[in-house]
């Protein structure tokens, strides 16, 4: 099987930097990008090509990014689509610029990326599309309900996308990932919303802890979850031979999450659903 070509977007810490070092030990050629080139430049050592990515970027300019990825080895066969960041606070210090931003980086940032790649996907009949989602699409919490939202937008919009593409021979996987020892929840990427109320005074200082204390105790283990998946791209591994489900959920936190709602919702129709469908006509 021929190397394959990987984009990978957020690729300066965590995951995407992980994805880089799995994608190259597996013998494929990775892209590497990040808003501040500088931050990736190490990576040319190890054997990948680096550009600047902004997420955020309008549409042309992401359109002009692809292009200049396609042209280090003629074409591109993954995007993993892993650039994205944590917003916290509660509804009423949370400014409408605070989400606009977040949603421009996780939800707007990889759907106007995939918008730019799918014209060349769909030209070569093949291309596999990844998007990091997380766990927090299936709950809300206290304090971080505009990343829940983010995740949860970003699910409804790519559980769509995937049947659009699948006809062109295009695959595409969700990643729904529990809580990995990543720098997600380091203070320096973490952006907290101004208080703004005193009421929220003791909310915003436990809120402060809560996150300092999950910061590097987290139980997934990156380099697993990373191999993970892209074993599920080439079919190696635990995909070997097996037909990989659109969704992956990984981390056993993770799994528990999505169950536990699975089954709140199952309970919820099960007691509510006579009256509830008695509003048919």
Known sequence: MAPLV???TGTSSGFGLAFVYSILAHGDKAIATARTLSKIKHLQDSGAEIMQLDVTAPQLELDEKIKQAIAFYGHVDVLINNA???????WEDLSHEDLLAIFNTNVFGPINLTRSIL??????QAGTLVFIGSSAAWQGNPGISAYNGTKNA??????????EVLPFGIKTLLVEAGSFRTSLLDPRNVN???????AYEEYNTCLKGVIKSLN????????????FIVDAVKGEGWAEGKEVPFRLILGADGLKTVMDKAKEVITLCEKWGDAFSSTDL
Do not use: C
């Open 6 to 8: 990987w984009l990978i």
């Open 84 to 90: 994205g960041y944590m917003q916290t606070g509660n």
């Open 119 to 124: 014209p060349h996907f769909r030209e070569q």
């Open 154 to 163: 970003l699910q409804g919009m790519v559980e769509g996308l995937q049947q």
């Open 192 to 198: 907290m919303a101004s208080a703004k109320f005193e």
């Open 216 to 227: 590097g105790t987290q139980v997934g283990d990156t380099p697993k979850g990373v191999k």
